[in-house]
Each structure stands twice: as structure tokens, then as C-alpha cells.
């Protein structure tokens, strides 16, 4: 799966978990700050992901995997971290 | 003893003709007879105060807040003044059942259940499931902080929700009362029931109703409303749980207010 399919992909289950209008989404939307994300919502997309990439999505996982990368405290995930990690697995 | 200070519905429009509403179970397909659906969408239903709430709300708890909603400029007033002095009452079945869910998950062994049922099981299930939180979220939408009431029996519920309400008014436990009731055709099981529970050729009908209570007034005798129950014109729309507080509401003008001096 091609990294724009990959996006196509996580802005829909974004979408359609926190109903948002189509465009809103970008590579550089935060989760909470932007989207307003509270934490059912993480399962909730993440279910919803489940079902076009067949894996489970651990945002746990996704944080930690963004702070050993950054090497500081990871608060919120932008669209794209999704996707990059997403992208290596 | 109570007033009733504002009454709004929602209902389809009454040249819409009856179809016959098809539904897939576990398999089956059946139909319910005779049936009319608000042309209202979910997705337009769901353009709330909080556009995130849709996803955990059934047809029916959008309803309740469409129609609850529209006595938010009544009650803002009463909020404003003391939000712990408004009281919310409902009547509302509890919410859809996700039988793709039921069916993903019927015959699988034990090893295997845990992984299908948390792959098909949406998070947000129990929460459209549950008829109180429908009450909940109108009170965050509307920021009324008193008492909240939900009645869920099928017939009676706006009678329970109508006496708990002027009884709190009487007891002056509350300055403001929010009585609704919505009804929708959303799970198919719930239409069966409510099909048998009436003739034939009734009309089951999507609808939802609103009225605002104060103290004051004289004594209301809402039993009264109950004297159809049962009684059912063969032509006539019924709005299941709704259907007392719907017909209530309906007469007079819609948006009908009433003004206190």
C-alpha cells in the first residue's frame, strides 16, 4: 500500500470517527489539539483503521515509536506520524 | 401543578405516503408494513454542538436532540439563571442493536472469539446502545445540570416522564422542566415489536416532540392522554414510545409559546 492510499485511508477512519468535513484533514493535523480527539475516539479510529490495513493500531505504540525517533516527549500525533509508522511496519 | 411554557415536534409531512420498510436480520429478510421515515438524514441530524457525538448516538437519540434543541432559546433563561434547576425527562427506546456484530460472531469457537468480536464490535456500541445517555447528551448539548429522567416504557414513557416532571416542579426541585420523547425506525427488531403492538394499518411513524414546564398553572390530569392507548384508529400515525407526547404536542401550533407574566 502506497503512502497516499495509506492517508486515504487514515483520513477516513478519522473522519469518520470524529465526523469531520472532507479537506479538513491534513498531513499536519494534530489529533487532540486540531481534531478534538478524546481518548475513545483512538480506539474507535483505531477499529476503524483495522479494517483497511487488517492490523491493529496501537497508539501507544506509535507514541513510543515517535519519541525514541525524536527523542522528547510525544503529547499529540499528527496524521502523518500515523501514517509514517504505519508505513515501516 | 405546571404550565406548559413551549411545545415543538418533529414529524414527517403528512402527504407523505406509507412504504413498506425492508430490513436484513442474521440473514432474513423481512419487511415491516406500512411505515414513514423523517427525510432528515443522519448525517443531517448529526450537525450538532458537538459534531463528534453523532458517532455514539442512535437515530433516536439524534432526534431527541434535533427536536430538544429547538428549546434551547426557551430554556436558556432558566440555565442561565441556575442550570442545576432545570430538569430533563425523556421517553426513548434503547438504542439499535448491531446485528452484523451478532452475526460475525454467531458460531465461532472460544479461541477465536475474543479477536472477531473486538474486529467487528464498534467501541461506541454500548454508548448508542443505552437510552439514559441520550438524555445525557441533549443536557451537555443544552448545559442543563438538574435532575435527568429516562423512561423507556413503550406506551406510558411520556405519561412517567410528564408526572416526574410536574412533580418535581411541585415539589420545587426545579424552576424549568424538559419533557421529549423521540421515536425512530432505526433497528428492526424495535420496529417488529412496535408493529405487533399495533393494527395493521396504522402507520408507524419516525417522530420526536419537545414541550418546556414550568411551575404554575392548575393541575394536569396527563392520564388523560393515555385514553387512545390501545384504542388505535386503523389509519392513524403512531410514533411508538413518542406517540403520547407527539400527539400532545401536535395540537395547537407547532412553536407555540406561552408567555408568563
Given at each position: 500500500?502506497?503512502?497516499?492510499?495509506?492517508?486515504?485511508?487514515?483520513e477516513?477512519?478519522?473522519?469518520?470517527?470524529?465526523?469531520?468535513?472532507a479537506?479538513?484533514?491534513?498531513?499536519?493535523?494534530?489529533?487532540?489539539?486540531?481534531?478534538g480527539?478524546?481518548s475513545?475516539?483512538?480506539?474507535?479510529?483505531?477499529?476503524?483503521?483495522?479494517k483497511f490495513?487488517?492490523r491493529e493500531l496501537?497508539?501507544?505504540?506509535?507514541?513510543t515509536?515517535?519519541?525514541?525517533?525524536?527523542?522528547?516527549e510525544?503529547?499529540?500525533?499528527?496524521?502523518?506520524n500515523?501514517?509514517d509508522?504505519?508505513?515501516?511496519? | 401543578?405546571?404550565?406548559?411554557?413551549?411545545?415543538?415536534?418533529?414529524?414527517?409531512?403528512?402527504n407523505?405516503?406509507p412504504?413498506?420498510?425492508?430490513f436484513?436480520?442474521?440473514?432474513?429478510?423481512?419487511?415491516?408494513?406500512?411505515?414513514?421515515?423523517?427525510?432528515?438524514?443522519?448525517?443531517?441530524?448529526g450537525?450538532?454542538?458537538?459534531?463528534r457525538?453523532?458517532?455514539?448516538?442512535?437515530?433516536?437519540?439524534l432526534?431527541?436532540?434535533?427536536?430538544?434543541l429547538?428549546?434551547q432559546?426557551?430554556l436558556?433563561?432558566f440555565i442561565?439563571?441556575?442550570?442545576?434547576?432545570?430538569?430533563?425527562?425523556?421517553?426513548?427506546?434503547?438504542g439499535?442493536?448491531?446485528?452484523?456484530?451478532?452475526?460475525?460472531?454467531?458460531?465461532?469457537?472460544?479461541?477465536?472469539?475474543?479477536?472477531?468480536?473486538?474486529?467487528?464490535?464498534?467501541?461506541?456500541?454500548y454508548?448508542?446502545?443505552?437510552?439514559?445517555?441520550?438524555g445525557?447528551?441533549?443536557?451537555?448539548?443544552?448545559g442543563?445540570?438538574?435532575?435527568?429522567?429516562?423512561?423507556?416504557?413503550?406506551q406510558?414513557?411520556?405519561?412517567?416522564?410528564?408526572e416526574?416532571?410536574?412533580?418535581?416542579l411541585?415539589?420545587?426541585?426545579?424552576d424549568?422542566?424538559?419533557v421529549?420523547?423521540?421515536?425512530?425506525?432505526?433497528?428492526?427488531?424495535?420496529?417488529?415489536?412496535?408493529r405487533?403492538?399495533?393494527?395493521?394499518?396504522a402507520?408507524?411513524?419516525?417522530?420526536a416532540?419537545?414541550l418546556v414546564?414550568?411551575?404554575?398553572?392548575?393541575?394536569?390530569?396527563w392520564?388523560?392522554?393515555?385514553?387512545n392507548?390501545g384504542n388505535?384508529?386503523?389509519?392513524?400515525?403512531?410514533?411508538?414510545?413518542?406517540d403520547?407526547?407527539?400527539?400532545?404536542?401536535?395540537?395547537g401550533?407547532?412553536?407555540?409559546?406561552?408567555?408568563?407574566?
Open positions: 500500500m502506497n503512502e497516499q492510499v495509506l492517508f486515504s485511508n487514515v477516513e477512519s478519522i473522519r469518520l470517527v470524529l465526523n469531520t468535513e479537506g479538513e484533514i491534513t498531513p499536519e493535523s494534530k489529533l487532540v489539539a486540531d481534531l480527539a478524546e475513545i475516539d483512538f480506539l474507535d479510529i483505531s477499529c476503524e483503521l483495522e490495513v487488517d496501537d497508539f501507544k505504540e506509535v507514541m515509536d515517535l519519541r525514541v525517533k525524536q527523542g522528547e510525544v503529547k499529540d500525533l499528527t496524521v502523518q500515523i501514517v509508522y504505519l508505513m515501516v511496519q | 401543578m405546571s404550565l406548559v411554557l413551549y411545545k415543538t415536534h418533529l414529524i414527517p409531512d403528512l407523505t405516503r412504504v413498506d420498510l425492508k436484513e436480520v442474521m440473514g432474513d429478510h423481512f419487511s415491516i408494513a406500512n411505515t414513514i421515515k423523517l427525510e432528515n438524514s443522519d448525517k443531517e441530524l450537525q450538532l454542538p458537538d459534531r457525538a453523532a458517532r455514539a448516538m442512535g437515530r433516536s437519540s432526534l431527541l436532540s434535533a427536536v430538544g429547538q428549546t432559546e426557551i436558556s433563561s442561565k439563571k441556575d442550570c442545576y434547576r432545570v430538569g430533563l425527562y425523556c421517553a426513548i427506546d434503547n439499535p442493536d448491531d446485528y452484523q456484530c451478532i452475526q460475525a460472531l454467531m458460531n465461532t469457537n472460544e479461541s477465536e472469539f475474543a479477536t472477531i468480536y473486538k474486529k467487528n464490535r464498534s467501541p461506541k456500541q454508548l448508542k446502545q443505552l437510552p439514559n445517555l441520550a445525557a447528551q441533549l443536557g451537555i448539548f443544552l442543563i445540570q438538574g435532575p435527568l429522567n429516562v423512561f423507556i416504557h413503550s406510558y414513557g411520556p405519561l412517567h416522564a410528564l416526574q416532571a410536574e412533580f418535581d411541585n415539589n420545587n426541585l426545579i424549568a422542566a424538559l421529549c420523547a423521540a421515536f425512530s425506525l432505526e433497528d428492526p427488531l424495535l420496529c417488529h415489536r412496535v405487533k403492538d399495533y393494527p395493521g394499518e402507520v408507524l411513524t419516525e417522530g416532540a419537545a414546564l414550568v411551575s404554575g398553572g392548575e393541575k394536569k390530569n392520564s388523560e392522554l393515555t385514553s392507548v388505535i384508529s386503523t389509519s392513524k400515525r403512531i410514533y411508538g414510545i413518542a403520547l407526547l407527539i400527539n400532545y404536542c401536535i395540537g401550533d407547532k412553536n407555540e409559546r406561552t408567555s408568563i407574566i
